[in-house]
């Protein structure tokens, strides 16, 4: 099979512009190589970067009252976890 292209590209191209066709082709293949590896990289060192999520204790209350169905608005700690806790044992 290889030797089939390889005929039909000589007798296309000609056997004189083979070789150019050749170190085109190379090079083409080299600089999509060197740019994937530079996504790769840059992938990595995006994700290596990002500090992990840290929610307060607030975000997770007025999450959890929410799901819940009680209002979060102008209320202390310490009311929401008491609305939860009456939420959850009633």
């Not at 150019?20 to 060192?45: N, S």
Request: glycine share 6%; aromatic share 2%.
């Amino acid at each position: 099979m290889l030797w089939i292209v390889l005929l039909i590209l000589v007798l296309l191209v000609g056997s004189k512009k083979l070789p150019e066709l050749a170190r085109a082709m190379g090079r083409a293949l080299g600089e999509f190589q060197k740019g994937r590896l530079e996504m790769e990289r840059e992938l990595r060192e995006t994700t290596a970067l990002k500090p992990p999520a840290v929610d307060t204790e607030r975000e997770r209350l007025e999450r959890a009252a929410k799901e819940l169905g009680i209002e979060t608005q102008g209320k202390t700690l310490q009311q929401l976890k008491e609305e939860i806790a009456k939420a959850v044992n009633p």
